[in-house]
């Protein structure tokens, strides 16, 4: 009888694939074009790989002469493997730390708001960085820190200081990639985190009112413990990330600055910039699927000392 049971609630719990497609089917179709889009360029491409182990012929494609690991020897053998690895994951990683620090704090922020005016001011506001190009970011930085019209150079020099060449001198480029990253995206990042926050069940801050805790103890107690499993899963996803560079970014920002390159010279610039200048398209493969390899490794041991230590905020 036990068994009947069990065997009937198992059966309740099978959901027939095309009858869940059909209750949800405006869904499915507003994820159609992502699904379409991820078909084409992430799977139908997968054959491609290959190129990084040939010596690519144009006439012949994938079947070009096959050498093996030549290409990855001829990458680590260069001055650039170092490099450009270290920079890609030193620029990542700032910008994953404080990155989300700063959404989680404005999130904290913009939740205690309670005018509601003044949040949507607020919100548009900061939003708004996020969709400025990258290029027109680029000509905005260079009103700024041009040597002899940029604004903070004419500052310096009224306080009787030199001026200073920003685009020829390296050391100052992590702090300023920082706060454009910070500028930009920190507002849109925010988001997920304030939807978290605002789906906190009411009538827990109330409890905690009632014992008498204050905002910041409600912040600190209530708030950043429920948020934790989004934060893991976020940051998860980040780290999958860490080893691809923002392209759009550092090639408009830096160009083809040759000063600037020793430090923001990152995996994704170094393969555009091996295919423009060889146009070997092997190398610049062999480098991609490294950086995808590492990826991968590097997000799945993530997952697995998430899993281990904070089952809730794993991602699979």
């Given at each position: 009888m036990q068994n009947d049971i069990l065997l009937k609630a198992r059966k309740k719990e099978r959901v027939n694939p095309l009858r869940e497609i059909w209750s949800k089917k405006f869904l499915y179709l507003l994820a159609l074009p992502a699904m379409i889009y991820t078909f084409i360029y992430g799977y139908m491409t997968l054959p491609y790989i290959v190129i990084a182990f040939e010596k690519f012929h144009y006439?012949?494609?994938?079947?070009?002469?096959?050498?093996?690991?030549?290409?990855?020897?001829?990458?680590?053998?260069?001055?650039?493997?170092?490099?450009?690895?270290?920079?890609?994951?030193?620029?990542?990683?700032?910008?994953?730390?404080?990155?989300?620090?700063?959404?989680?704090?404005?999130?904290?922020?913009?939740?205690?708001?309670?005018?509601?005016?003044?949040?949507k001011v607020t919100q548009s506001t900061m939003l708004f960085p996020f969709f400025i190009s990258w290029v027109i970011v680029s000509y905005m930085l260079q009103g700024i820190l041009g040597t002899e019209s940029g604004m903070l150079n004419r500052f310096i020099q009224s306080m009787g200081g030199e001026r200073i060449n920003f685009y020829a001198k390296p050391g100052y480029w992590y702090p300023i990639l920082l706060i454009l990253n910070l500028w930009k995206n920190a507002g849109y990042n925010s988001i997920i985190y304030l939807a978290a926050i605002t789906g906190i069940d009411e009538d827990i801050y109330e409890a905690a009112s009632i014992d008498g805790a204050t905002r910041f103890k409600r912040i600190i107690y209530v708030t950043l413990p429920l948020l934790a499993p989004t934060i893991c899963i976020?940051?998860?996803?980040?780290?999958?990330?860490?080893?691809?560079?923002?392209?759009?970014?550092?090639?408009?920002?830096?160009?083809?600055?040759?000063?600037?390159?020793?430090?923001?010279?990152?995996?994704?610039?170094?393969?555009?910039?091996?295919?423009?200048?060889?146009?070997?398209?092997?190398l610049s493969m062999a480098v991609g699927l490294y950086q995808s390899v590492i990826g991968f490794i590097l997000v799945f041991t993530s997952n697995r000392l998430v899993k281990h230590y904070y089952p809730e905020g794993a991602l699979f």
């Open positions: 006439k012949t494609g994938i079947r070009s002469p096959f050498v093996g690991f030549d290409n990855f020897t001829a990458f680590f053998r260069s001055s650039w493997a170092w490099a450009v690895t270290r920079n890609t994951l030193v620029i990542n990683f700032l910008f994953l730390l404080f990155g989300t620090v700063f959404a989680i704090l404005i999130a904290l922020l913009l939740n205690e708001i309670k005018a509601k005016k003044f949040l976020m940051t998860l996803m980040s780290i999958g990330r860490i080893f691809y560079g923002d392209f759009g970014m550092m090639y408009a920002i830096v160009r083809d600055n040759s000063s600037l390159m020793p430090i923001a010279e990152v995996i994704d610039t170094y393969v555009f910039r091996v295919f423009k200048n060889t146009g070997n398209p092997s």
